[in-house]
């Protein structure tokens, strides 16, 4: 009997054996799916994509902002002044700066300045390309007014006096066309001038002044207001 009672315990032990194995296994696979389920965590990582896209547009805005070089070297073609300039030579282009610091301080001619450049050791070449730069019509003008500030001249010797600076007869026609002289205050003016040089008489005072180019009645009116 009691080998027989072993064998039962046993056979019960065994039992008992198998269905914790098999409790054990069926923990085992719970928890190895519970792990896959974990693992799924793509989207979550994927918050982060927005912020890269982020950066790829704000870096092709400022590309967008930045002008390329083409488009600098377009701005530079366009601009007139380095555009003229471009072609000149270091020393033409010195010419050109001293043409305009003369002009700045009394009007030239055209070929006055020319000749003016040329007496300061510039070449005829550079020394046209730099007189080619201004308004000579406003240039004899400014001459006339000088002149007509420091003596008196009629209109005709006016012109000769702008020719013989250089003017064309055209620049000097315009010049004393336009300089607002009155040309009988003129005459007076040149009347007293001999006057105080050596005397003389009314007729030989008013002949002076016609070989000085004003007209028979400023003549006149120039000496009879000095009292001949």
Not at 92 to 111: I, W
Not at 161 to 190: I, M, R
Request: proline share 3%; net charge negative.
């Amino acid at each position: 009997m009691e080998s027989t009672n072993n064998v039962n315990l046993t056979s019960k032990k065994k039992k008992h054996s198998g269905c914790l194995i098999v409790f054990i296994v069926v923990i085992g696979l719970f928890f190895a799916i519970g792990s896959l389920g974990s693992d799924d965590t793509p989207a979550a990582d994927n918050s982060t994509a927005p912020d890269s896209a982020n950066v790829a547009i704000d870096t092709s805005d400022t590309d967008k902002d930045t002008p390329s070089k083409g488009d600098e070297d377009a701005a530079q073609s366009a601009d007139p002044e380095t555009e003229d300039n471009s072609t000149m030579t270091t020393s033409a282009k010195n010419a050109l700066r001293a043409a305009k610091r003369y002009l700045q301080t009394m009007p030239f001619s055209h070929d006055g300045l020319i000749e003016q450049l040329e007496f300061e050791k510039y070449s005829t070449e550079d020394a046209t390309i730099a007189a080619d730069n201004a308004d000579w019509n406003e240039q004899a003008l400014k001459a006339a007014k000088n002149y007509l500030s420091m003596q008196a001249f009629s209109h005709d010797g006016l012109i000769k006096q702008l020719e013989f600076e250089k003017y064309t007869s055209e620049q000097a026609a315009y010049a004393a066309d336009n300089c607002g002289a009155d040309w009988n205050e003129q005459a007076v003016g040149s009347a007293k001038n001999y006057l105080e040089l050596m005397p003389f008489s009314r007729d030989q005072l008013i002949e002076q002044l016609e070989f000085e180019g004003f007209t028979h009645d400023q003549a006149v009116y120039g000496v009879t207001q000095n009292g001949l």
